[in-house]
């Protein structure tokens, strides 16, 4: 079992950043790759970015490349998001997922095994 716990989020105005966390505990050497996901309740689930956890590969969906930066620190146990130049479509929950083998492909929500709770990201125009 892997727990995963994401903090940070918030309300900013658009072209402000946040930092987004996600702590993880249990048997997190299972962890293949480590995501983040965001919904809204008119959209559905949608890839933001991955990160492996043991090599450091990184993967970003087209709407955050450039904007968004994926991270890891493996003393921490701990995956971040920095979002930068955020825009009010960027509004949604964002959640921290961990994927026990490798996922094909990657930006599907299914290949992943565990979830965090999620945490609001709120960008005002």
């Known amino acids: 079992q892997v727990q995963l716990v994401e903090s940070g989020g918030g309300l900013v105005q658009a072209g402000g950043s946040l930092r987004l966390s996600c702590g993880a505990s249990?048997?997190?050497?299972?962890?293949?790759?480590m995501a983040w996901f965001r919904q809204t309740p008119e959209k559905e689930r949608e890839f933001v970015a991955a990160i492996t956890w043991s090599a450091g590969t990184i993967s970003y969906g087209d709407s955050v490349k450039g904007r968004f930066t994926i991270s890891r620190d493996k003393s921490a146990n701990t995956v971040y998001l920095q979002m930068n130049s955020l825009k009010p479509e960027d509004t949604a929950v964002y959640y921290c997922?961990?994927?026990?083998?490798?996922?094909?492909?990657?930006?599907?929500?299914?290949?992943?095994?565990?979830w965090g709770r999620g945490t609001q990201v709120n960008v005002s125009s």
């Open positions: 249990g048997r997190i050497f299972s962890s293949y790759t």
């Open positions: 997922a961990s994927a026990t083998r490798p996922p094909h492909p990657y930006y599907r929500g299914r290949e992943y095994d565990y």
